[in-house]
């Protein structure tokens, strides 16, 4: 389990660091303000002991004030003092020869001030270095010191202790950090786990989004969403191997029956010829059908715009209104088209969008009716609406009826059931949308494209 790698890993550390940096800064300062304490307390100590020298050697003799400071001073044996009256006689004293020898080179105070100073002999001390003036008038010279290296006994057991304490915060945030985070990543694991479970044979299954926490949620939902839409793919891929399996084999068979059932028996030329006739229509049909999968699966296929230009689709309806005008006028029908509009797109495959919209529309408009393409480009898309009135599509087949080999029951003796199916493909292939509505006021299918972009390109020429 490489650090880079794992979740896991990286977060124990970065516990444990935290956690042991935290630990460390705190007992870093809590050390040094004990510190400063402490000296403060053994200042605070010899400015005591400077006022009460001071007291005790006010009045009386020389001999009357030693006695005194002795008595007084005899009990604090950490603290070493050097009291000098003003003829020079030693009053008392314990300090050491180098303390004293140090004190000679500094001048002396009146006020108390705290020196810390590092003698000849290496030892730090804490001083009081006065001359006094007494009650009497007289002065006295005051030397106090004590030595740094007091507390550091008890200094250095708490620098044991926050050692001990911080390899101690260490272990215990490593471990504690450790097993949160696993405890956190386990619905990742579990999710995991189902998702290893699921297969193309067990694609109806999900992942648990409700028992996760809310930042894998999200996640765990998006997954079902995909699983979803795949599911649904997968289907009607399967699906459409039986329908294409099942789309060729009524030609099929109706050729072969037919044709089986000539060669039972030896038949005039004319009955040969009309049995050709009609496996020829049978043939026409099915090569239609292959030609329309081919072009399905071209346009269904990523990157399926060869090319892309303004196309003027007020011209391009129009030819394709004259094209079916013959068609139009034996059922009885009107065709016209009304606004105009210019989408960014193939021509040809456009051209074909439409035409398959139109060649419904022929098919299943009432007799005596009008059928009308409504061309919208003002906003930044073009649309495209052809309207027809005839009997409405049921609600229910409005889903199916852009998949593949979907016919109604009217369009069964008819088409393929792929018109739609390439019209769609065509227009998701330029980024656009189809829809439909169907009620008794007609059945209109619009196409949403992308409009043309920029200035007209339009080349104004009719295709075919
Ligand atoms: N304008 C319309 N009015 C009523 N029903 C329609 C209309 N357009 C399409 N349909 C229904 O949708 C079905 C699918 O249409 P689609 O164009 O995909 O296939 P088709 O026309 O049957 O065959 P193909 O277009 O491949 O020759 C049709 O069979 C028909 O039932
Ligand atoms: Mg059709």
Redesign the pocket.
Known sequence: MSLRRSIAVRLTVLFATVGTLVLAALGVAIYLSARHDLVAQDFAELENKAALIADLAGSGTSDERAQRLGDALRHHPDIAFHIVDEQGGVLFSTAPQALRAHARTQPADTEPRRHDWTLADGSRLHALNLRQTLADGSSLATLLAIDDARHADFLQRFRHLLAVALVAAAVASSLLGGYVVRQTLRPLRTLADEARHITAGRLQRRLTAEHVPVELEQLAQSLNGMLARLQQDFERLSGFSGDLAHELRTPITNMLTQVQVVLAHPRSNESYRETLLSCAEELQRLAQTVG?LLYLAQAEAPGALPSREGVALDAMVDALLEFYDLLAEERQLTLRREGSAEANGNRLMLHRAVA??L???L???TPGTEIVVRLDGTGPTSRIA?H?L????PMQ?LPR??DRF???????H????????I?RAIVQAHGGSVSVV?DASG?V?ELALPGASGPAQTRRQSSR
């Open positions: 329309d398959n919209l060649s419904n529309a098919q299943h408009a052809v027809n005839g009997p409405s599509i087949a009826l852009f979907f016919r109604g029951e009217r369009g069964r008819e088409g393929a059931g792929l018109g739609l199916a019209t169907s059945t299918f």
